[in-house]
């Protein structure tokens, strides 16, 4: 990750990154599910707490970094507002 970092812009390595992120977090419950066959439910239904903690603390993450996602892409399509300087007309004096 850190070669990945080094060799692409600043603001498209960390996009490329939390998108990594995001997909692993996001589906590490759903290959929980496939490789063990449990899952949140019956996590729940079994009384095993850590694992249902552990579950749901992946899925928040998940959630809150796609969040961030959406952010940093919005970021990156968005023109730049600022780019060019105010013409002398425009500036609040």
């Known amino acids: 990750m850190l ?6 812009p600043g603001m498209k390595a960390w996009f490329e990154q939390w998108s990594l992120f995001t997909l692993l977090a ?3 419950p ?3 599910l ?3 066959g449990h899952w949140l439910p019956s996590y729940w239904l079994a009384g ?5 903690g552990f579950e749901v603390t992946v899925l928040v993450f998940g959630l809150m970094s796609l969040g961030l996602v959406l ?8 023109p730049e507002r600022y780019s060019k300087p ?3 007309s425009e500036a609040i004096s």
């Open 71 to 78: 952010f940093l892409r919005r970021k990156l399509t968005a």
């Open 26 to 28: 996001l589906l590490l």
């Open 86 to 88: 105010a013409k002398r």
């Open 30 to 32: 759903v290959m929980n």
């Open 48 to 52: 095993d707490l850590s694992s249902v």
């Open 34 to 36: 496939l490789t063990t």
């Open 3 to 8: 070669f990945h970092a080094a060799c692409r």
